[in-house]
């Protein structure tokens, strides 16, 4: 089929469990099939394009010994439904944020991002070379499953809010949509956590039904609308600081395929984990200035002390977490020894000559 003729779209999302296995892939005429689901809307900017990007991208690496077809949250399975479709192999691959399957696995949210975390360079150096892939894969086995890193949105803002924060008891009874460990810190401070799918963000912040949201950035937030439904917008965040997105497998079809093909697939996943970035890095500076010199958001900081009650609430659930299993004690343990170690040296490399920099040129 022409990976290029897609179906149309709809929402965002994630969630839940079960293992499957798959036969090996049926071949016609040297094509093997490869359908891919996504929690993400059709031609999003950055998500549902990256995904859709990636699809295509395996495809031409592989000459068209793999075809892809691709399909956006809502085409083939809601966007909460793609981990079991493809754990249980009724299709062969999901691109989505593994945080969504955190009710599955705590394990899965450290593969995106947890709150006071890494940003996406941390991230990078956590997954391939400090633990993070190793143990993902054996939590993702027990799931019939095989995931690599495939994006990165940068670190996010705190969000949207319709009340001024000035404190932490300014959130507390706040309805607020933020979903992974970040969601179960809010609620360690007062906040009620509201689990909404990307599509529904702006007409449940416009009724009132939530107060505030986070989403990805500015250029994402620009697209949903959200300075049309909330008037300060807080950075930065300490939700996520470096979410990481995945292209996750059907384990069973993954390494049924000749060794190659696979070499290809991660290749790719590769490249568009380093593209995507780029991406929002290049776009997320402009539509701030839009938001702000355009549409007269007022941008606002999270500072010292909402973040000193941030890490107290994220430490409270990050106990809680590591009583969940062996698995998730040793992916906390990696990830402390990460953000010690890579969070230390990029602060007097890269983050120290940025702010230097910045001051003498008067950027910011």
Known sequence: MD?????????????????GTLAAPAVAQGRTPMVIVSTWPRDFPGLGTSAQRLSALIEDATDGAIAVEYFAAGERVGAFDVFDEVSSGNSQAFHAADYYWLGTHPVFAYVTSVPMGLT??????????????????????????KGWLAGNTGCQPAGWFNTEINSPDDLRGL????????????????????????????????????????????????????????????????????PALSLTM???????????????????????NDRMMAEYNANNGRYLDRLIQDHGIEQREMGEDMFAAFNEAANEVFDEIRQHSDAANRMHEAFLVARQEV???????????????NQVLGIG
């Open 3 to 19: 990976r290029r003729s897609f179906l149309k779209t709809s929402a965002v999302g994630g969630t839940a469990a079960a293992a």
């Open 250 to 272: 059907n384990k069973s079809w993954l390494t049924s395929l000749p060794r190659w093909q696979q070499r290809a697939i991660e290749a790719c996943c590769t490249l568009e």
């Open 343 to 357: 969070g230390r040296w990029l602060y007097i490399s890269e983050q120290d000559f940025a702010f230097k920099r």
């Open 120 to 145: 996406a360079l941390e991230q990078n150096a956590f997954i391939h070379y400090m633990g993070g892939q190793e143990i993902w894969d054996e939590v993702a086995d027990e799931y019939g499953l």
């Open 175 to 242: 309805r607020m949509r933020i979903p992974g460990i970040g969601g179960s810190m809010m609620s360690k401070l007062g906040v009620s956590v509201v689990s909404l799918p990307g599509g529904q963000i702006y007409e449940a912040l416009v009724s009132g039904a939530i107060d505030a949201t986070e989403w990805v950035g500015p250029w994402n937030d620009f697209y949903l609308n959200l300075h049309q439904a909330a008037r300060y917008y807080y950075n930065p965040g300490p939700q996520e600081p470096g």
